[in-house]
């Protein structure tokens, strides 16, 4: 391994593999160091119990709540991060998700910038994720500079009657906008892609697309099972070496510019673990920000029944309605976004619940299956913290009360759009799939732990570029937002020559 490279990566997920991408064609050396290794294609990967009862890919790894009870988190440490098993939605945050938003349960204060300085990023994002979509079809739709490379997502014949029924009940269905090349997808197994792992490279990913792209050049290599365990600063309050564990052995590197892109949690530890003796309460935390207004949306599924009506679709995740998003609580606040999961299995619900699997099988046979999701808002309090190299994540949830709401909302929809059996229950409290906020970025050093560009405020050759910097979280999946604010920094740290 180069030791003494221009540029060090710390994670191969969406924010790190981004922009890799975005750098590589400076020809400045990069190195990207991940903890997990690439997936292979094994008979798991596309195996319902595999995944969802026995819990195959999750990390061994335990984390600590608020009440000190340890939890295996569903965080996962494979190049490409998360991303490998996501659900390939490529949502833009709602225009007005930049500004100052009101919600029952508090205030979603304002962005930094505009979404308007933001959109060419979103539409550069969109061309290299190669996001299926219509924006036409969705009123809440913030403006695009371009359009969709590809065409929506067809949807399957029982989600084409979903959507007639949806427009009947006086909803706007829409396409959820996607990631993910369908036919490539169901030519490996007729299995749905939300929360299976991708193999093939069928979704579009952080390695199926970004790394892949960022690998095209010879001065970018990447590091598997190649965990950080340590930053360390020198007099100037520059990063001047990063501890490196490859199993037994322990490297040094030092290269000039280092960017952070573990995960919301996991670069929140390493901040908070790398405390020293300039740097007591951790790095970049003159703000003492670093691991708070940790957020995660507030997600239930609701299950949508008609008792002889089949359900055969194998995927299903193409539609969603925004309704609510801006309007329909009290006092006409927002309330979120109602968006299909992948079609659920008997299997799966049996994993997820007591019923036994013969029932399961019979509900998940007439269900249509959906992710109805709110914003968490932002709040100190909630928190990642490191003691004695043990994280504790004390989400504390925000906002319950819209989210309450607009499950209500949802199941009502769903009844007049002929389903009369609506169940629904709140996502578990150990998947973290939506973390974000651990290191906000702004532009006051005292209340925001980086810059507008992602860099440090206290770190000048350190930047974190991943869900960590974004200082709300919206009621859309994260995925897009962090993607193409990891090009915008690349452009900025090219523009700057920051890695010189
Ligand atoms: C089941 C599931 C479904 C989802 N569906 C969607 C969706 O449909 N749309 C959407 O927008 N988002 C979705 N998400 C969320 C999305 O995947 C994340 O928001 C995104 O991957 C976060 O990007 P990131 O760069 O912050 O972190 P990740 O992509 O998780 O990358 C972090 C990387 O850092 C590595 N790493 C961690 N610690 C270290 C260390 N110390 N040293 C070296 N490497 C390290 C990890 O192994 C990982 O590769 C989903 C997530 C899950 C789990």
Redesign the pocket.
């Known amino acids: 391994m180069d030791t003494t490279p221009d540029i060090v990566i ?9 922009l890799a991408a975005a750098l590589a064609p400076t020809g400045r050396s990069i190195v990207i ?4 290794e690439r997936l292979l294609d094994t008979p798991a990967a596309r195996n319902d119990n595999a995944i969802f009862r026995d819990g195959v890919f999750r990390p061994d790894e335990e984390w600590l709540n608020g009440a000190g009870e340890p939890f295996n988190p ?18 833009r945050y709602r225009a007005e998700d930049f500004g100052r938003l009101q919600h029952s349960g508090g205030v979603s204060p304002e962005w930094p910038i505009s979404y308007e300085d933001f959109e060419p990023w979103y539409q550069s994002a969109e061309e290299m994720f190669q996001v299926r979509g219509d924006a036409e079809q969705d009123p809440t739709e913030p403006e695009h500079s371009g359009s969709y490379p590809f065409p929506a997502v067809p949807d399957e014949p029982a989600i084409a009657l979903m959507r007639e029924r949806l427009e009947k009940a006086g909803v706007t269905p829409s396409s959820l906008p ?2 993910v090349d369908v036919e490539k997808w169901t030519a490996r197994a007729q299995t749905p892609w ?2 299976f792992p991708d193999t093939t490279g069928a979704k579009m ?2 390695e199926s697309v970004s790394l892949a792209q960022a690998l095209t050049y010879p001065n970018v290599t990447l590091e598997t099972g ?4 340590r930053l360390h600063t020198n007099g100037a309050g520059e990063i001047n070496e990063v501890d ?1 564990s490859q199993g037994d052995t322990c490297l040094k590197l030092t290269p000039n510019l280092v960017v952070l ?4 949690v ?2 929140a ?2 901040l908070l673990g790398s405390a020293n003796d300039a740097n007591p309460t951790g790095l970049a935390n003159r703000s003492d920000m670093v691991g708070r207004n940790f957020m995660n949306h507030n997600c239930s599924a609701v299950i949508a029944l008609h008792p002889t009506r089949k359900n055969d679709a194998v995927y299903q ?1 193409t539609l969603q309605f925004n309704d609510f998003y801006l309007v329909g609580g009290k006092n006409n606040l927002p309330l979120g976004n109602v968006q299909l999961l992948g079609k659920i299995s008997g299997n799966i619900l049996a994993a997820q619940s007591s019923l036994p699997l013969s029932i399961a099988n019979w509900v998940a046979r007439h269900s249509v299956d959906w992710y109805v999701m709110s914003e968490d808002l932002p709040n100190p309090e909630s928190r990642v913290t490191v003691k004695d190299g043990k994280i504790t994540l004390d989400w504390k949830r925000s906002n319950w009360g819209t989210h309450l709401a607009l499950v209500k909302k949802a199941k009502s929809v769903l009844r007049w759009a002929g389903y009369p059996i609506t169940i629904s229950r709140a996502f578990d409290r150990s ?6 906020g651990t290191a906000r970025f702004g532009i006051d050093p005292s209340s925001s732990v980086l810059d507008v560009f992602c860099r440090t405020h206290d770190h000048k050759n350190l930047f974190v ?4 910097f974004l200082p709300t979280s919206a009621a ?8 193409a604010q ?1 090009l915008r920094v690349g452009a900025h740290i090219i523009e700057k020559d920051l890695a010189a």
């Open positions: 710390i994670g191969s997920g969406l924010g790190g593999a981004t160091l991940e903890r997990g569903g965080n996962y440490y494979c190049v490409g991060g998360n991303t490998k098993f996501y659900g390939a939605v490529l949502l996607l990631g939300d929360a990913d952080a190649s965990e950080v365990t490196v892109a573990a995960g919301a996991n670069s530890a390493l995740k998947a973290p799939s939506h973390q974000c570029v991943d869900a960590s859309v999946n994260p995925g897009l937002t962090i993607a990891a």
